[in-house]
């Protein structure tokens, strides 16, 4: 394992501001679950870390807050039975998490017109519709 978290090329997380947890897990591994702290949860402060310049920290902090507690946000891992799968499994979640939370917003969409063709064609695609339906009726008479 590295001894920082890379989120992007452009930010890094170093070992010192990650703390982890371990505990029992309820997942795969038959007796051995009983007694090795398989379980993983890592944790990152996102409100305090000197890391997060104040842009992705803003981004973050808004993005994440429906899972921050105060300010730290934690995953967790149980997939696996080796603690050493576990914590890879952990830290790459939350790269992943953290890289969506700051990456810049999408470009705003531009408002565009449909074209004279597209408008015709729906309206054509519209009268064709209806005159299939009126074809199903029952003649006036025969009710």
């Known amino acids: 394992m590295s001894a920082a978290l890379r989120v992007n090329p452009r930010l890094e997380i170093p070992e010192a501001e990650l703390r982890w947890r371990f505990s029992r897990s ?20 996102v409100a305090n870390s000197p890391s997060l310049g104040p842009t992705h920290r ?41 890289a969506a939370a700051v990456a810049p917003p999408p470009p705003p969409r531009r408002a565009t017109k449909a074209t004279k063709a597209s408008q015709q064609r729906r309206l054509d695609r519209k009268r064709k519709h209806g005159q299939a339906k009126r074809l199903r009726r029952a003649p006036d008479g025969d009710q």
């Open 26 to 45: 309820s997942g795969p591994g038959g007796q051995s679950v009983n007694t090795a702290d398989s379980r993983v949860e890592l944790s990152f402060d």
């Open 58 to 98: 803003r981004r973050a902090l808004e993005r994440l807050a429906g899972r921050l507690s105060d300010g730290v946000v934690t995953v967790s891992a149980q997939t696996e039975r080796s603690q050493l799968r576990n914590r890879e499994v952990a830290q790459q979640r939350l790269a992943e998490l953290l």
